[in-house]
C-alpha cells in the first residue's frame, strides 16, 4: 500500500515562500507520478502541479504557473513544492497524491496524504 505524507505547511506573509515535501514510502517510487493539489474551505479540489516519473516532465495550473516549482528526489523517496510570491489566494490544505502517469482528475489517483495546512497573511 502507498502511503504519503505531507509536510512544511504553516503561516507566511504575502510574497513569501514555503517548500512543502510529500514523503512517499510501500511501493516503489520510480513507478509512480505525484501531483499536488490544494482545497480552500468551500472549495473543490483543485490541481496544482504534477510531476511525472518516466521522464520528470511537470505541469502546473495557470494560477501557479511561474511561482511554484515541483521536483522530486528518487533516493530520498520525496517530491517537493517550492512555493514563492505566495498570496492570501494560495490558502488551503495542500495534498500530494500518486499516479501512474499525471492527469489533470483527482479522481484518477490512487493514494493520498493527510494534507498540510498553507495559510498566507495578507
Known amino acids: 500500500e502507498v502511503q504519503l505524507v505531507e509536510s512544511g505547511g504553516g503561516l507566511v506573509q504575502a510574497g513569501g515562500s514555503l517548500r512543502l515535501s510529500c514523503a512517499f514510502s510501500?511501493?516503489?517510487?520510480?513507478?509512480?507520478?505525484i501531483g499536488w493539489f490544494r482545497q480552500a474551505p468551500g472549495k473543490e479540489r483543485e490541481g496544482v502541479s504534477c510531476?511525472?516519473?518516466?521522464?520528470?516532465?511537470?505541469y502546473y495550473a495557470d494560477s501557479v504557473q511561474g511561482r511554484f516549482t515541483t521536483s522530486r528526489d528518487n533516493a530520498k523517496n520525496t517530491v517537493y513544492l517550492q512555493m514563492n510570491s505566495l498570496k492570501p489566494e494560495d490558502t488551503a490544505v495542500y495534498y500530494c497524491?500518486?499516479?501512474?502517469?499525471?492527469?489533470?482528475?483527482?479522481?484518477?489517483?490512487?493514494?493520498w496524504g493527510p494534507g498540510t495546512q498553507v495559510t498566507v497573511s495578507s
Open positions: 497524491a500518486s499516479i501512474v502517469i499525471c492527469t489533470t482528475s483527482p479522481l484518477d489517483f490512487d493514494s
Open positions: 510501500g511501493f516503489t517510487f520510480d513507478d509512480y507520478a
Open positions: 510531476i511525472n516519473s518516466i521522464d520528470g516532465s511537470t
